[in-house]
């Protein structure tokens, strides 16, 4: 597989989603296949077709693709064993590629359905709310934590940019290299959920996520955690494998 340079989320990371005068916001669009694998089957055989069949497909618009499986969960949260994550530059793109893939990769999409049965797929919208610094290569794994999020009484969209700042200060003062991004449904998302978004913050290792936690409770303890916007449910940890990487 060629190796290109990535970060944490490379698709999301080179659109420059937020500028670095903090002043603007750019988004992207996500698709997510919820799945369960069928029986005498298992991770590495999804792995393995996906790295091989999907990545040789050729989509019309760039497109960016993982395999997200639980590493923490619940029983109660989900109950999937795996996930694909899509990621193209805007609905438009998204749409576009999804003519393609109808069309051309059909073949393609009965390898993966006799490995998995999936139960839901859906669209979100994307704003990048920090920026990764950590560098990998197409392949790589590194760890998605997400968490259900609402607005504080008297809090909106609005009040967004500002936390923002405070958050990436304080991320920067323990050393986090991950980025944060902020997932709205769209199309095929759950009509039950009662969240407004959802809050998904990349590390580069297990060990970075646990450090994470440790400052959190911290600074819960000191009365300095910087969150005055949203309050958000404890986070649920997925593995994501990077399999297709495209910038061009």
């Not at 304080?170 to 959802?198: C, E, K, M, Q």
Request: a negative charge; hydrophobic letters at 35%.
């Amino acid at each position: 597989m060629k190796k290109l340079t990535i970060i944490t989320i490379t698709f999301l990371a080179s659109f420059g989603i937020l500028a670095d005068d903090h002043e603007a916001y750019r988004t992207v669009t996500g698709e997510v296949l919820q799945c369960n694998l069928k029986d005498g089957k298992d991770v590495n055989d999804v792995l393995k077709m996906v790295k091989k069949d999907w990545y040789d497909l050729e989509y019309p618009a760039p497109y960016e693709g993982w395999v997200l499986t639980p590493t923490l969960f619940s029983s109660t949260d989900g109950g999937y064993d795996l996930a694909w994550a899509g990621f193209t530059f805007n609905n438009l793109d998204m749409g576009t590629t999804l003519d393609w893939f109808y069309e051309n990769g059909t073949k393609v999409f009965s390898k993966w359905q006799n490995l998995v049965d999936c139960s839901s797929w859906s669209h979100w919208d994307i704003f990048e709310a920090r920026t990764p610094t950590g560098e990998f290569e197409e392949g790589d794994q590194n760890y998605w934590a997400f968490s259900s999020c609402s607005f504080k009484e008297g809090k909106g969209v609005s009040d967004l940019m500002e936390n923002d700042k405070v958050w990436n200060a304080y991320l920067d003062s323990i050393g986090h290299t991950g980025g944060v991004w902020r997932w709205w449904p769209g199309g095929g998302s759950d009509t039950t959920a009662s969240n407004d978004f959802y809050i998904n913050i990349g590390f580069n290792s297990m060990a970075e996520y646990g450090a994470a936690r440790d400052a959190r409770l911290q600074n819960m303890i000191a009365g300095s955690y910087p969150e005055g916007v949203a309050d958000c449910d404890q986070p649920r940890v997925y593995s994501a494998n990077n399999i297709k990487a495209i910038t061009n």
